[in-house]
């Protein structure tokens, strides 16, 4: 058994029985989501510090920077690797793996019953031993409720943030700004400028077909973005540039102006 002692009560009095205590291997696995987060070292120093005191064993440590959301399988090769090393430790001593929080397991719920199904026990810092399979999976679960709630919270305030900074009215007959709106029309207004900014560069536009064009953009990198929540972008399509076309060298020839150039239409 991996548990140090434990008392019965029995007839009135409490009996210590199994007092013997087993030597135990730890693995010791920290994780950060991001790079930004600079916690590793002070997760591992708790960690060492709990086995110390336990009178436990460290033979081996893992240290990964990934995110707990979604089946570690596919998401955390380190942790992958602190599993594999458990499992062969296990062969000759009772082994555990020690994290400094429950969250470092996982915050996917569905991971609870993959970590169960391992056979290897897990124990978090703070506790006097490893955690049962409910305990186990209850704070699994529970992390990622919290999570989900989390995520919730925070979707719905950047919606009531941006929902108040929207601004109201604007088309495209405004001054077109580098840093537009977050709205359809400034969305529009961005693509606009940065085709006109690489276009008003090209000597040869007057002589350039809209196909040309087109593919002269692409060329360049520029793409009109379609979505300002995912980001998404597309090519420059013929289409689209007949669509916007007057309003293009409208801007191309206010950036040559301030380029000092002289400008010739093009692009029939």
């Not at 108040?164 to 709106?181: C, M, T």
């Not at 973005?225 to 980001?231: A, C, I, Q, R």
């Amino acid at each position: 058994m991996l548990t140090d002692t434990y008392t019965t009560r029995r007839h009135g009095r409490r009996r210590a029985e199994n007092t013997h205590v087993k030597a135990i291997h730890v693995v010791v696995y920290t994780r950060v989501s991001t790079a930004a987060q600079n916690t590793l070292s002070q997760q591992l120093e708790r960690c060492e510090t709990h086995a110390k005191e336990r009178g436990w064993t460290v033979v081996d440590r893992f240290a990964e920077i990934g995110s707990a959301f979604g089946p570690f399988e596919k998401n955390r090769p380190v942790f992958r690797k602190a599993l594999d090393r458990a499992v062969h430790e296990a062969t000759q001593f009772d082994t555990v793996i020690l994290v400094d929080d429950i969250t470092r397991l996982s915050r996917h719920g569905p991971d609870a019953d993959r970590l169960i199904a391992t056979g290897i026990s897990f124990c978090v810092r703070g506790c006097s031993g490893p955690l049962g399979k409910g305990r186990l999976r209850d704070g699994i679960r529970a992390a990622s409720k919290t999570s989900r709630n989390k995520s919730v919270a925070q979707r719905d305030a950047n919606q009531t943030r941006d929902k108040d900074a929207k601004p109201r009215g604007g088309n495209l007959s405004n001054p077109i700004r580098v840093n537009g709106h977050e709205t359809s029309s400034g969305r529009v207004r961005d693509n606009i400028l940065r085709a006109a900014e690489c276009l008003a560069r090209q000597p040869d536009l007057p002589n350039m077909t809209l196909e040309q064009v087109a593919l002269n953009l692409t060329n360049h990198g520029v793409r009109r973005v379609m979505s300002l929540k995912t980001l998404r972008e597309e090519d420059w399509t013929v289409r689209e540039l007949n669509r916007h076309w007057d309003t293009i060298l409208a801007e191309i020839v206010r950036i040559q102006a301030q380029l000092g150039w002289p400008f010739e239409q093009g692009a029939a």
